[in-house]
C-alpha cells in the first residue's frame, strides 16, 4: 500500500448530467473538487465548522446545505424568522469561508451546447470528473506528492450510481479513459474515490456544497451579481467551461 498524501479531497456537483431532459433554466452541470492540506483540515476547517454549528443550533449534528440556507427551509427555518441572527449567521459563515484554506478545480458542462456539438456526446459527468482530476493530479505532483495516495470523498448517491461513478473513477485513474489531446499520467498519483453518506456530517463535503451551485451560476450568468462566487473566488485555481 502506498504512503498517504497530505491531502484531503471532497467533491461536489451542481445540477444534473442528464442528456435527454434539459432544464432551459439551468442547462449546466457543475463539478468541484476542493482540496485541503490535512493539518488545515484538522486544525482549521472541521472546528470552524463546529464552533459555527455549537453557537446557532446548539449542537454540531445540523449539516450546512446551500439550497437549505438559501431558501431558508428547516433547520435554517430561524434565517427568516430574526432579521438580526440571520445577518449574524451569513456573516459568521462568510468569515468561515473567507478564511478558509483550500484550493478548487472547476468544470462546468454546458450541456445544451454540448449535445448540439456532438453526435454521441460523452456524459457530463465524466468530462467534468476528467478535468478535475487532471488539475488534481498535476497540483499533487507539483506539490511533491507523487506515489502517494490521496483520497476523493464523494457524497453518496445510491449503489448504483455509486458503483456507475466508481467505476468511471477508476477507469480514469488506472489511465484507461482518455478525454482531449494532452494525456496525464494518473498512476504518478494514485487517486481513491469513497463514498460517504450525507449523515457523516463532514465540513469538506459541506464547503464544497456551498459554492457549487455558486460555480455554476457564474459560468450560465457570468454578468449576473455573484457574492458566493466572489466571496470564495481566489480559491479557484482553475474553471473550466465546455465547450
Not at 427555518?77 to 430574526?82: C, E, I, N, S
Not at 449523515?199 to 459541506?206: F, L
Amino acid at each position: 500500500m502506498s504512503e498517504f498524501s497530505d491531502y484531503i479531497v471532497f467533491a461536489d456537483e451542481s445540477g444534473d448530467h442528464g442528456l435527454i431532459s434539459i432544464d432551459p433554466q439551468f442547462p449546466v452541470f457543475a463539478l468541484v473538487f476542493c482540496v485541503f492540506e490535512k493539518t488545515d483540515y484538522i486544525n482549521e476547517i472541521e472546528p470552524s465548522f463546529r464552533r459555527l454549528k455549537f453557537k446557532y443550533f446548539g449542537h454540531d449534528a445540523a449539516v450546512l446545505h446551500e439550497r437549505e440556507i438559501r431558501k431558508q427551509e428547516p433547520p435554517f427555518a430561524f434565517l427568516r424568522q430574526d432579521v438580526a441572527l440571520r445577518d449574524g449567521f451569513m456573516t459568521d459563515l462568510t468569515k468561515i469561508m473567507v478564511g478558509a484554506r483550500f484550493h478548487a478545480y472547476c468544470a462546468v458542462i454546458d450541456k445544451l451546447k454540448h449535445k448540439a456539438r456532438y453526435s454521441d456526446p460523452w456524459n457530463p459527468y465524466e468530462i467534468a470528473m476528467q478535468f478535475c482530476m487532471e488539475k488534481l493530479s498535476n497540483r499533487l505532483v507539483a506539490d511533491g506528492q507523487r506515489g502517494r495516495r490521496t483520497h476523493v470523498l464523494f457524497e453518496a448517491r445510491g449503489r448504483e450510481e455509486d458503483r456507475q461513478l466508481e467505476l468511471e473513477f477508476r477507469r480514469v485513474a488506472s489511465n484507461d479513459k482518455r478525454w482531449g489531446w494532452r494525456a496525464v499520467d494518473f498512476m504518478r498519483t494514485p487517486l481513491e474515490p469513497l463514498f460517504v453518506p450525507k449523515a457523516a456530517n463532514m465540513a469538506g463535503h459541506q464547503l464544497s456544497d456551498l459554492i457549487a451551485r455558486p460555480l455554476a451560476l457564474r459560468a450560465l450568468r457570468p454578468d449576473q451579481p455573484n457574492r458566493a462566487f466572489d466571496i470564495v473566488a481566489k480559491r479557484i485555481h482553475h474553471f473550466k467551461v465546455f465547450p
